[in-house]
């Protein structure tokens, strides 16, 4: 399964992003979506997931009443909007499947090998 992240750039402490999540080859609606993001020297975490059917979702602390995820599977596509943005939220961000959207699958989908090219958000001050 390959995703195709876009949507990333630079923004200024404060601002708001919307990053997109989409599939060339498959129907993502199927699937339960995760968005994963890797700084520059830490390790990928994972910041939010979406069941395949809208009806669950999850935020990491750190991110949780910022940013919001959405999909709209007409389109074949899952969206991070992202707010009030910090310069900790500055990573290459990514999406991909999760067996099920939960902290735990979220946490567990950080061992895999295959991740796309993601996005890149910067956020400067």
């Known amino acids: 399964l390959q995703f195709v992240e876009s949507g990333g750039g630079l923004v200024q402490t404060g601002g708001s992003l919307r990053l997109s999540c989409a599939a060339s080859d498959f129907s993502l609606g199927i699937y339960d979506i995760g968005w994963f993001r890797q700084a520059a020297g830490k390790e990928r975490e994972g910041v939010s997931c979406i069941s395949n059917d809208s009806g669950k979702s999850y935020y990491a602390d750190s991110v949780k009443g910022r940013f919001t995820i959405s999909r709209d599977n007409t389109k074949n596509a899952v969206y991070l909007q992202m707010s009030n943005l910090s310069s900790e939220d500055s990573a290459v961000y990514y999406c991909?499947?999760?067996?099920?959207?939960?902290?735990?699958?979220?946490?567990?989908?950080?061992?895999?090998?295959?991740w796309g090219q993601g996005t890149q958000v910067t956020v400067s001050s």
């Open positions: 991909k499947q999760v067996p099920m959207c939960t902290a735990i699958q979220l946490q567990r989908m950080l061992r895999a090998d295959s």
